[in-house]
T-cell receptor, first 112, second 112 residues
């Protein structure tokens, strides 16, 4: 069955540094992958979508890469700020094509 | 901000009670979803709907039921709540299959 693994449960970095989060998936070849941000007690908020034929996607300080050979996506936040502290989830369409499945997420803490 | 609303935000109820969690969206989206999320864990799909009078069970087995009589409304019902139903329930909607999900802020249910 499909599986999504996000590399670590928690990542602590200093303000101004680049945060890099990893999402690995198995047993499937999704046509696209999405990243979401979730704050405590709130629903996830969509950030970026990257398709299988796109190597990289950028939005302001965010950058996502998608390597279908490695079955991996990397999510980068450059010049990180304390306000970037949150849990980041990666998601891809399930094999039935009916809905998104999500990883457990990586909780990022940016200290000033 | 997405226009998707969930009520109540918090609910504490005794075992055996019937409850309905409300979810409404004003974006005219055909696709709607219910996910269940325990603290620190991934979201699990429990129900989805592709339009009025269409409902399907998700990847995670759930004793809850849903209905979709109007495009904008997708309520979830538990006929007899049990402590094992204690969790956060997140509702989402999307325009199409490849579209991002718009989430509500969830209902945190506690069954005593």
């Amino acid at each position: 069955s499909q599986k999504i693994e996000q590399n670590s449960e928690a990542l602590n970095i200093q303000e101004g540094k680049t945060a890099t989060l990893t999402c690995n998936y198995t047993n499937y070849s999704p046509a696209y992958l999405q990243w979401y941000r979730q704050d405590p007690g709130r629903g996830p908020v969509f950030l970026l979508l990257i398709r299988e034929n796109e190597k990289e996607k950028r939005k302001e300080r965010l950058k996502v890469t998608f390597d279908t050979t490695l079955k991996q996506s990397l999510f980068h936040i450059t010049a990180s700020q304390p306000a970037d502290s949150a849990t980041y989830l990666c998601a891809l369409l399930n094999q039935a094509g009916t809905a998104l499945i999500f990883g457990k997420g990586t909780t990022l803490s940016v200290s000033s | 901000e997405a226009d998707i609303y969930q009520t109540p935000r918090y609910l504490v109820i005794g075992t055996g009670k019937k409850i309905t969690l409300e979810c409404s969206q004003t974006m005219g989206h055909d696709k709607m979803y219910w996910y269940q999320q325990d603290p620190g864990m991934e979201l699990h799909l429990i129900h989805y709907s592709y339009g009025v009078n269409s409902t399907e069970k998700g990847d995670l087995s759930s004793e809850s039921t849903v209905s979709r009589i109007r495009t904008e409304h997708f309520p979830l019902t538990l006929e007899s709540a049990r402590p094992s139903h204690t969790s956060q329930y997140l509702c989402a909607s999307a325009q199409g299959n490849n579209s991002p999900l718009h989430f509500g802020n969830g209902t945190r249910l506690t069954v005593t």
